[in-house]
């Protein structure tokens, strides 16, 4: 009997040896060097290991698939500028086996899917497209021919284009992005969810209102020169290694750091750059001037009683505010304070979990700089209040008058490559009409401006038959999402799911009644096309967009760009119909730049900027302090403290990636700067709350989460005592995400709220 969707889509509920050792103390160094060795020699071919290492992220050089973390404009290491992860990323990318037709026939879908996820994702890069019949076990070999021609009779039998789905990947260069989302709109929907939807949505929105685009402010000089950083909801020694590099520049010119955080993660305490041979020696550098630990969610209560404190010290002594900065450039300072006066602050340090001796550490930073960055990743962005969290963060700023000037700002810190790039070039469901109607005028066909689905929409929509077929372009959809059961059964209601990607994955084993994989080229590859190898390009994390070339061979002849897929499934689909000639585009990537100029504001010149060695800035108004917004003016807001109260049996959890891990990717079982080995299957908690529940190191237990009724498990794991914050406890994604109610997201961006929710032990 065939396995269900549900079944599929969840990790397999077996244990791998748990070992647990004391966290380590200092981060990087020779443990980053081995472990970027080791996975390079046991992954990869070593000629391509070294091509890899001596060309990634360098200028004329490929952009590292994994995180968006900006390179240096002057200078790059000739050691590498690249971190452990980025390796790994390569070594997942670039893996020396692949897989195709004999692969395929050995293993059923029912037995790829009790596979671990690390184990699907190291069974080689995909070699051949493949197709699964309605009520088949295997995939079987398909041409690119037919493939095409599947996806065109599925959308062309459609009753509505907005039974189609399209989903997009960050890790999508803009070329290929920018086409995808043409096709999608000249086939007549705005159904174009991306992965955006699931991190950063929740910064997009509450940017775009206070500050008038959707991006951070600073630049990696900005950070060099900061008085003060706030590093807030982030592991960046995990996530963004790189990110390290910047911060200890900023401590070297006498810049002070603020951790905050419910976990102590070890990067942002100390770190020891592996390419600076004395500091391996000597042991590194410190860099947390003062670790916060905050209570999960509790982060607008701690902001607000630093802007409470900071307020009472304006009106003492002055200095602490920049009125001249508040009366020129702001609108709502004075709605704004007087809701503060609202607030009592030993509630709101209460509520934030902060003890009063850290919190006077921090604030003896913050009232006495005025260069002040902010830095936040998904511990912000993935709660019901986090547009709240990211506007209150804006709310100090504009108190200090630390936007717009130099060693300033705000600075979210994207995920994948190019997932800012994908919304520059109209990866967008909810697309400006400005935007619309520059694609009318060059294409001339008239855009829908209906809001199409986000994530969550999308999710419900195949749930409920509105949707039909499901288009991935890259990505892990399947556990990426929130409410693995529920998001099952709708890809399953599908009459279609097809994902072009480089390597196997869960979501190719959840599939619709026909499913296709759709190989492609990955970045590290060279881009054969009729006019030569194709140069692409990419949007960092702080809006440079630059060059990206693969330097390896492609790994099977059999294998498409992600622009040529786009490309020859929009030439099939809309043929004679189409206002554009879609092949024209997959021989010659200046063509689509070409087009990409005329529709994108800020990309004048394209083809003759993308030359540019370290490339170039697209525009940033709230970097020149020009608020794009509908006063004009940096707003001000008003945001209320989150409300939700613990039963004595409930914990509040939030998932979070271990070291071994890249968003969806598992490079390995190891989380070593937590001290967790060979085994994912874990929930931190306070070794408080484990003894008033009787639990002991390692004791097994079933999770349980239930909201608006619904009860949701997550069934065998194992209890590790950890420095948290009481009532707190913490587990890895994507093995929790069926705990999170699909449901339950931010307001006005539609985040899951996977970093709050409300959970349940039952002993085993």
């Known amino acids: 009997m065939s396995a269900s969707q549900e079944d599929k889509a969840k990790t397999p509920e077996v244990f791998t040896n748990l070992k647990t050792k004391t966290p380590p103390t200092n981060s990087v160094g020779f443990g980053a060097l081995k472990a970027a060795i080791g996975h390079a020699a046991k992954y990869m071919n070593p000629a391509d290991a070294l091509k890899i290492s001596l060309k990634l992220n360098q200028?004329?050089?490929?952009?590292?698939?994994?995180?968006?973390?900006?390179?240096?404009?002057?200078?790059?290491?000739?050691?590498?500028?690249?971190?452990?992860?980025?390796?790994?990323?390569?070594?997942?990318?670039?893996?020396?086996?692949?897989?195709?037709?004999?692969?395929?026939?050995?293993?059923?879908?029912?037995?790829?899917?009790?596979?671990?996820?690390?184990?699907?994702?190291?069974?080689?890069?995909?070699?051949?497209?493949?197709?699964?019949?309605?009520?088949?076990?295997?995939?079987?070999?398909?041409?690119?021919?037919?493939?095409?021609?599947?996806?065109?009779?599925?959308?062309?039998?459609?009753?509505?284009?907005?039974?189609?789905?399209?989903?997009?990947?960050?890790?999508?260069?803009?070329?290929?992005?920018?086409?995808?989302?043409?096709?999608?709109?000249?086939?007549?929907?705005?159904?174009?969810?991306?992965?955006?939807?699931?991190?950063?949505?929740?910064?997009?929105?509450?940017?775009?209102?206070?500050?008038?685009?959707?991006?951070?402010?600073?630049?990696?000089?900005?950070?060099?020169?900061?008085?003060?950083?706030?590093?807030?909801?982030?592991?960046?020694?995990?996530?963004?290694?790189?990110?390290?590099?910047?911060?200890?520049?900023?401590?070297?010119?006498?810049?002070?750091?603020?951790a905050i955080n419910p976990l102590p993660e070890v990067g942002v305490i100390k770190f020891t750059n592996p390419q600076n041979p004395l500091k391996l020696l000597t042991g590194g550098t410190k860099l947390a001037d003062v670790f916060v630990p905050i209570t999960i969610n509790g982060d607008v209560a701690f902001i607000k009683a630093v802007l409470i404190k900071l307020l009472e010290k304006e009106e003492l002594e002055g200095g602490v505010f920049d009125t001249e900065f508040i009366s020129a450039y702001t609108a709502g300072y004075d709605d704004f304070i007087l809701d503060l006066k609202t607030y009592n602050f030993d509630n709101c340090l209460k509520l934030s979990g902060v003890s009063k001796e850290v919190f006077d550490e921090a604030f003896h930073l913050i009232s006495n700089n005025q260069k002040i960055i902010i830095c936040w990743a998904m511990g912000l962005t993935q709660h019901q209040n986090a547009v709240d969290n990211i506007r209150e963060l804006v709310n100090l700023l504009l108190l200090k008058g630390s936007i717009g000037k130099e060693g300033a700002g705000t600075c979210p810190v994207r995920g994948h490559s190019n997932v800012q790039g994908d919304r520059t070039v109209g990866i967008w469901e909810s697309a400006p009409q400005a935007f619309l109607d520059k694609i009318e005028a060059k294409y001339g066909f008239k855009p829908s401006t209906k809001h199409g689905y986000s994530v969550i929409d999308a999710i419900k929509a195949m749930h409920q038959k509105k949707a039909k077929v499901f288009f991935g372009m890259g990505g892990n959809f399947i556990s990426a999402v929130p409410d693995t059961?529920?998001?099952?059964?709708?890809?399953?209601?599908?009459?279609?799911?097809?994902?072009?990607?480089?390597?196997?994955?869960?979501?190719?084993?959840?599939?619709?009644?026909?499913?296709?994989?759709?190989?492609?080229?990955?970045?590290?590859?060279?881009?054969?096309?009729?006019?030569?190898?194709?140069?692409?390009?990419?949007?960092?994390?702080?809006?440079?967009?630059?060059?990206?070339?693969?330097?390896?061979?492609?790994?099977?002849?059999?294998?498409?760009?992600?622009?040529?897929?786009?490309?020859?499934?929009?030439?099939?689909?809309?043929?004679?119909?189409?206002?554009?000639?879609?092949?024209?585009?997959?021989?010659?990537?200046?063509?689509?730049?070409?087009?990409?100029?005329?529709?994108?504001?800020?990309?004048?010149?394209?083809?003759?900027?993308?030359?540019?060695?370290?490339?170039?800035?697209?525009?940033?108004?709230?970097?020149?302090?020009?608020?794009?917004?509908?006063?004009?003016?940096?707003?001000?807001?008003?945001?209320?403290?989150?409300?939700?109260?613990?039963?004595?049996?409930?914990?509040?959890?939030?998932?979070?990636?271990?070291?071994?891990?890249?968003?969806?990717?598992?490079?390995?079982?190891?989380?070593?700067?937590?001290?967790?080995?060979?085994?994912?299957?874990?929930?931190?908690?306070?070794?408080?709350?484990?003894?008033?529940?009787?639990?002991?190191?390692?004791?097994?237990?079933?999770?349980?989460?239930?909201?608006?009724?619904?009860?949701?498990?997550?069934?065998?794991?194992?209890?590790?005592g950890y420095d948290i914050p009481k009532n707190c406890c913490a587990t890895y994604f994507p093995e929790t995400n069926v705990l999170v109610p699909l449901d339950s997201f931010a307001h006005t961006a539609k985040t899951p709220a996977s970093k709050s929710v409300i959970i349940t032990l039952e002993i085993i």
Request: hydrophobic fraction near 35%.
């Open 59 to 258: 200028k004329g050089g490929f952009d590292c698939p994994g995180c968006a973390w900006p390179d240096p404009d002057d200078e790059r290491s000739p050691l590498g500028e690249y971190c452990e992860n980025g390796m790994k990323a390569m070594a997942e990318e670039a893996q020396n086996k692949t897989i195709g037709e004999t692969f395929f026939q050995k293993h059923s879908v029912d037995e790829l899917a009790s596979w671990s996820d690390f184990e699907i994702g190291k069974s080689g890069r995909l070699s051949e497209p493949m197709f699964l019949e309605a009520g088949a076990s295997h995939y079987q070999p398909i041409s690119w021919e037919d493939a095409f021609a599947k996806v065109a009779s599925h959308l062309n039998t459609l009753e509505n284009p907005d039974e189609a789905v399209f989903y997009t990947s960050g890790r999508t260069t803009n070329e290929a992005a920018f086409l995808y989302q043409l096709f999608v709109r000249e086939f007549g929907t705005s159904n174009l969810p991306d992965c955006s939807n699931m991190c950063h949505e929740a910064s997009g929105s509450a940017l775009s209102e206070t500050l008038g685009i959707g991006k951070g402010s600073v630049t990696l000089d900005d950070l060099y020169k900061a008085e003060v950083v706030m590093v807030i909801g982030q592991n960046p020694a995990t996530n963004h290694p790189r990110m390290l590099t910047a911060l200890e520049k900023c401590k070297n010119n006498g810049g002070k750091i603020i």
């Open 485 to 720: 059961e529920y998001a099952a059964q709708a890809l399953g209601n599908c009459n279609l799911t097809v994902h072009v990607s480089t390597k196997l994955n869960r979501s190719h084993l959840v599939t619709g009644k026909e499913a296709l994989i759709l190989p492609c080229l990955g970045r590290s590859e060279k881009d054969y096309q009729k006019t030569g190898i194709q140069v692409q390009s990419v949007e960092n994390s702080m809006g440079i967009v630059s060059s990206t070339k693969g330097i390896l061979e492609p790994c099977s002849d059999k294998l498409l760009s992600e622009v040529a897929v786009v490309c020859g499934v929009a030439h099939a689909t809309l043929k004679d119909r189409s206002k554009i000639h879609w092949l024209q585009y997959q021989d010659d990537y200046n063509l689509v730049r070409d087009d990409i100029q005329e529709v994108v504001d800020g990309f004048e010149d394209y083809n003759t900027k993308l030359k540019q060695p370290s490339g170039f800035y697209l525009p940033n108004g709230a970097r020149v302090r020009q608020f794009k917004t509908k006063t004009g003016k940096a707003n001000f807001t008003i945001n209320k403290l989150p409300e939700w109260k613990l039963k004595d049996d409930e914990l509040i959890m939030m998932t979070i990636r271990s070291h071994d891990q890249f968003n969806t990717t598992i490079y390995g079982l190891n989380d070593r700067y937590r001290g967790i080995y060979n085994e994912r299957r874990i929930i931190f908690m306070n070794r408080e709350d484990m003894e008033i529940r009787g639990l002991k190191e390692q004791q097994v237990v079933n999770l349980k989460s239930e909201f608006n009724g619904v009860v949701r498990k997550a069934n065998k794991f194992k209890v590790v």
